[in-house]
């Protein structure tokens, strides 16, 4: 099946239809189309309703566009969801607390998951897929299920807590749930192969004859590692770096399932926006507010990925 369409794409994209200039821009327009639809419609969407006002009504705010009169528009513009965000420090307590620990977070997994990535591409051939595929396994399994997994793990009746006071070290249970702690484990956990899989594609193509060429003029392996391997597997640091800081900032499960009440990161209070509080206005200037403090770190490594380019 996989090879037929292989073949018949193949066969269309050999037509005149998509030479030159204009079968370019044809071809373009169908993922470019995608992107319009389903990213920048709903974005603007969002952002419409940014600025509308809290009614109790279907749907729940007031419209952006108002007629007045038979040929008038007016356009109201509330600007006091925006401005909540700044003065309520329950908002700004929520956005420091998803970036701190998102950051954290996407350090934890370079720190991981870059050894792992240096062993897999370093590993023979006929192991790397069998150790790829040991990273890949969680995913064949249900996000939501695998989050569940460490509430058995972390309780204080649940596996860790049971071993270490069988061994005795500890006589009482200790607290790893209902956390920070357990939430920066969660996170680890549910995205570190985000991290390994662009670490790996990058330290597998490096060319292994410049590590034996400065060990040769007297390097050290330390100083080679600094040096050679580490400058040439920066964009995968970059693209793992990307995978992970972005979902971890707006991560709702992990935070719910296995943080505190005290651990309110920005994807739970936007639950509690849209679907407690009814309020769509508020939520949505978060969501704005979320994607504008988003820009700058993007931005930031999307210029270092083009330099490393």
Same mark, same amino acid.
């Given at each position: 099946?996989?090879?037929?369409?292989?073949?018949?794409?193949?066969?269309?994209?050999?037509?005149?239809?998509?030479?030159?200039?204009?079968?370019?821009?044809?071809?373009?327009?169908?993922?470019?189309?995608?992107?319009?639809?389903?990213?920048?419609?709903?974005?603007?969407?969002?952002?419409?309703?940014?600025?509308?006002?809290?009614?109790?009504?279907?749907?729940?705010?007031?419209?952006?566009?108002?007629?007045?009169?038979?040929?008038?528009?007016?356009?109201?513009?509330? @600007?006091?969801? $925006? #401005?909540? *965000?700044?003065?309520? =420090? !329950?908002?700004?307590?929520?956005?420091?607390?998803? &970036? /701190?620990?998102?950051?954290?977070?996407?350090?934890?997994?370079?720190?991981?998951?870059?050894?792992?990535?240096?062993?897999?591409?370093?590993?023979?051939?006929?192991?790397?897929?069998?150790?790829?595929?040991?990273?890949?396994?969680?995913?064949?399994?249900?996000?939501?299920?695998?989050?569940?997994?460490?509430?058995?793990?972390?309780?204080?009746?649940?596996?860790?807590?049971?071993?270490?006071?069988?061994?005795?070290?500890?006589?009482?249970?200790?607290?790893?749930?209902?956390?920070?702690?357990?939430?920066?484990?969660?996170?680890?956990?549910?995205?570190?192969?985000?991290?390994? @899989?662009?670490? $790996? #594609?990058? *330290?597998?193509?490096? =060319? !292994?004859?410049?590590?034996?060429?400065?060990?040769? &003029? /007297?390097?050290?392996?330390?100083?080679?590692?600094?040096?050679?391997?580490?400058?040439?597997?920066?964009?995968?640091?970059?693209?793992?770096?990307?995978?992970?800081?972005?979902?971890?900032?707006?991560?709702?499960?992990?935070?719910?399932?296995?943080?505190?009440?005290?651990?309110?990161?920005?994807?739970?209070?936007?639950?509690?926006?849209?679907?407690?509080?009814?309020?769509?206005?508020?939520?949505?200037?978060?969501?704005?507010?979320?994607?504008?403090?988003?820009?700058?770190?993007?931005?930031?490594?999307?210029?270092?990925?083009?330099?490393?380019?």
């Amino acid at each position: 099946m996989v090879l037929h369409l292989t073949k018949f794409f193949r066969r269309l994209l050999r037509l005149p239809l998509f030479y030159g200039v204009h079968g370019r821009w044809l071809l373009l327009c169908l993922p470019m189309g995608w992107i319009a639809l389903f990213f920048v419609v709903p974005l603007l969407i969002v952002l419409k309703i940014s600025f509308a006002e809290s009614i109790f009504a279907a749907p729940p705010y007031t419209q952006l566009l108002q007629w007045v009169g038979d040929a008038a528009v007016t356009i109201h513009l509330n @600007l006091h969801n $925006y #401005a909540l *965000l700044i003065q309520d =420090n !329950l908002y700004i307590f929520a956005y420091f607390n998803s &970036l /701190g620990t998102a950051t954290v977070a996407t350090f934890l997994c370079l720190f991981l998951g870059y050894p792992m990535a240096y062993g897999i591409a370093r590993a023979p051939g006929k192991w790397q897929i069998l150790l790829l595929l040991l990273v890949i396994l969680p995913f064949w399994t249900s996000f939501l299920i695998r989050v569940y997994a460490w509430i058995g793990l972390l309780s204080p009746l649940g596996v860790f807590n049971n071993f270490l006071i069988a061994v005795g070290f500890i006589q009482d249970p200790l607290p790893l749930l209902n956390n920070y702690f357990s939430v920066c484990i969660g996170m680890v956990y549910s995205y570190i192969p985000f991290m390994i @899989l662009p670490l $790996y #594609a990058s *330290l597998e193509k490096m =060319n !292994l004859q410049l590590l034996e060429a400065a060990s040769d &003029l /007297g390097c050290r392996p330390f100083w080679a590692f600094l040096r050679i391997t580490l400058p040439l597997s920066l964009k995968g640091i970059v693209a793992g770096t990307m995978l992970v800081f972005i979902p971890a900032v707006g991560e709702f499960v992990i935070p719910e399932l296995l943080g505190g009440p005290e651990n309110l990161m920005i994807g739970r209070l936007l639950w509690m926006e849209f679907f407690n509080n009814q309020d769509w206005p508020v939520a949505s200037a978060i969501t704005i507010a979320l994607l504008g403090l988003l820009v700058v770190p993007l931005v930031a490594l999307q210029r270092l990925q083009m330099k490393v380019h």
